[in-house]
Each structure stands twice: as structure tokens, then as C-alpha cells.
């Protein structure tokens, strides 16, 4: 097995390793990694109904879609993630429990009681310090999953806040749990890369034939270029997300505003405005005029500067509309 401590802290490069490596390298692989503020969703998630989009936009947060299902996760310096890659017989090789085996004797090593309970997640006295996801690809698995060792919880529960009614769809919805850091259950004080060291040491020590490895050149080059033309994109980021209908409502200066639209392969198809406000041009032609534009705020932004919002909205502004369209 090869063993990889990965230095990079890009989220869109982190996630491209992983396909990477699940494609590319033969080899059984474990490798621990960190990302810089992110939130990674799962595969079949609508992003926009998972995040909450201003704290995101204020804080400069990452988003970024991963290859495997499940939940939405935030991401922070305080949180060490893993990875294994393993091939086998047949696509049969899911086993979340088997995966999280060595994870739960370290923790339990440093007095921490963690457990494995439910479908993918490790718990510490009933709250959530780990989730798991996995992704097959021909004879092989990724399994990854997110290590809360000292996470910014403010971050956590503020990122991933969203308002439920606001998105009507059919995507994989994440479930909120209550979380603590796995520092706070740690008998004898430790850092987090004294934590990560106290894994690898173990992994190594329990796989026979493991060594470490670190990237070549050419394996950077690979994953910088899958990183640029899939992970950095609002088309996989944003775009890939399932059909979905958006409703909200702002109060503004000019009266009340409800905004509805349809969506499609992250494509307005549809928009549908209400409210108790006056105008003197039809808004119609907003409606029409944000038809096929992106469900983006650049892109919309783009749209309505080409109006004065004011004829149509009377008190009200560019930012108002935006506002209500996330």
C-alpha cells in the first residue's frame, strides 16, 4: 500500500487527487489530507439547496462537488481527511465499517471512545466527529471520509445553514447532526499533526508491503489538469445539480419580492416574480430577460445591468433581486 501525506490544502486540487488516484495509480493507496475552508458536496446534491450561499460569498468559502455520494461536509484546517483506494474481485468492496476499522483503534488508542454507528459516521458520546463516502470505479473503491479534530464549529454550522423551503427537488438531502472535535476527547493533549502522524504510523504498521510515496511531477501535472477542468468549474460545482424549483421572499424598501424560478442543468428556464411593489415597465421583460441565464450571480448580475431596476421595481435595486434569487 502506498502511503501519502498530501501538503496541498487547495480544495479543488485535493478533490481532483482522489480521482486521480482511484484512475490512475494501481497501487492500494491511503492518504491524509487537509483543505483549506471548503464545503465538499456529494455527487447527487443540489449544491445551492446545501449551502448558505452569503455566508459562503462573505467568508470566501470554497465549494466543491466530489465523486462520491452523500452528504455535504464543511471543511477547515481543523479537519484532517482520509482516503483508501483498494481493488478487488468485483464492485462488491463497500464496507464503510471496515474502511473506519483502523481510524476508531487510534482514536480509541488516545482515550477517545469513537465508535462506528449508523450508515457511515464515527461518534464520540453521541455526536458526530467523522462522515464517510464511497465511490466504486470498475474493480476498485474510494472510500474517504472527514476527521473534526479541531474545526471552527461556528463555521460548520454556519455554512451549511439553509433555509429548506426556499428548493423543491430531488436531490440527496444532507441530514445535520450534532458534531464536536475529536480534541475535546483527548486525554493527553495533542496537535493535529501530531494527530495525522499518530494515523499514518498506524496504517503503516498494520498493511504489510506499505511505504510512503510522494507525487512525481507528472502525477502533479495530471491532477492540476483535472483539477482546472472539472473541480475549478461552476459547471461540476454548481451546473451538475439536478433539476430543482427555487421560491424566495425579501422584504425591501419598495415592498415585498418573491422570486421564483425553475432550474435545469443549473440554467434558469423559468422566472416567475410577485410581490406588493409598483412599476412602470412590465417585468415581464426581467422575467424573460433572466430565461436561459445561469443560476449565478455573475451571470445574472450581467443580465439585469443591461435594465434600470427601478422602472420596474419602483424602491428597489439590482442587489434586492439578486438577494432573492439565493
Partial sequence: MLCIYHQSTDPYFNIATDEYILKNIEEDCFMLWRNDNAIIVGKHQNTLAEINYDYVRENNIHVVRRLSGGGAVYHDLGNLNFSFTKTGKDSSLSDFEEFTRPIVAVLNQLGAPAKFEGRNDLMIEGKKISGNAEHIYKNKILHHGTLLFSSTMKNVSEALRINPVKYKDKAVKSVPKRVTNISDHLKTPLTIDGFTKRIMDYIIASNNNSSLYSFTEEDIKAIQKIRDEKY??????????????FSKTIRTNGGTLEMNL????????????YGDFFNKKDISEIEQALENTLHQEADIRQVLAKYTIGDYFFGMTGNDLIDAMF
Fill in 232 to 245: 475549478a468549474t461552476w459547471e461540476w460545482n454548481f451546473g451538475h445539480s439536478p433539476a430543482y424549483s
Fill in 262 to 273: 425553475d432550474v435545469n442543468k443549473g440554467v434558469i428556464r423559468k422566472a416567475k416574480i
